[in-house]
């Protein structure tokens, strides 16, 4: 299956630089895998799609402040965007400009605050770095760190609370789980008003989640590990829900991947550990009956997923109606459910 059947292209003005000022207000175009239908609603109507019985699974990961801009010995200038932690005093990073910085380099932040030797290069393309620092690590990433806003957004968050879910909790994302930006205190309380559980699970946003395609063919791409959990409690809920004949609502394409991962026989599975599952058209979905999700980049895994679970035609189709009528694209923009 070649990459190129998943491009599209996309004016820029359709790219959200910025949320709108209610969360809720956000467009949410609605997809019916049976029939085909499509739907122009907001937000704010999304628990009208949702029945008692059902299960609304959520993703609580909280994203870090994991962008540092530190110098090199020669005073050059050098972006990390730190992905995961490796033990000890170890993280795994991204580093730009990659090809300059030298393993063995000592890299200062902060004037000196914070520091960082570079090792060797990991397997997905990162760098493990060695870090040294006085104080509490998590207090000077806070002061140094900034929020890591994906590049194809040019204005600054005066808000960086926007970028994470009212629900966020486990810190420990480089990216936030976009699809639950959308919701509110207010629009969760209704829906378990309406007799609907909501399921809490961790999978931390890394690498897996927005590294670019770049192979020719879908199935040479490798994904990134990322870190999930998942508890005892919230997957008795949901293998409960499933049993009951209720449907899975997962919010976003981290809460699906993980879903998929631990209920890879039908029934989840409680744990923690690391996944790298690469969904695309093909794929038999085993758990998720719905899902809740953004507008993604053309030739990116995250479409892949929404189309091999929507179908990759109706999904062009919704992806060209979406644009038509001039819906707001990535990570601040509209929300697409498919059901």
Known sequence: MKVDEFDYYLPPELIAQHPLPRRDDSRLLVVHRAGGALEHRRFHDLPQYLLPGDVLVINDTKVRPARLWGVRPTGGKVEVLLLNPLGGDCWEALVRPGRRVRSGECLEFGGGLLRARVLERTVSGGRKLAFEWEGDFSDILARLGEMPLPPYIKEPLRDVGRYQTVYAREEGSAAAPTAGLHFTEEILSQIQGQGIEIVAITLHVGLGTFRPVQTDLVEEHTMHAE?????????????????????????????????????????????????????????????????????????????????????????????????????????????????
Not at 285 to 297: A, G, I, Q, R
Not at 299 to 304: G, I
């Open 227 to 339: 870190f999930y959990a998942v508890s005892e409690e919230g997957a008795a809920v949901i293998n409960r829900a499933k049993e009951g004949g209720g449907r899975v609502f997962a919010v976003g394409t981290t809460v699906a991947r993980t879903l998929e991962t631990v209920g890879s026989t039908g029934r989840v599975k409680p744990g923690s550990g690391w996944t790298d599952i690469f969904i695309y058209p093909g794929y038999t979905w085993k758990v998720v009956d719905c899902l809740l999700t953004n507008f993604h980049l053309p030739r990116s895994t995250l479409l892949m997923l929404v189309s091999s679970f929507g179908g990759t035609e109706l999904m062009r189709r919704a992806y060209q109606e979406a644009i038509r009528e001039r819906y707001r694209f990535f990570s601040f923009g509209d929300a697409c459910l498919i059901i």
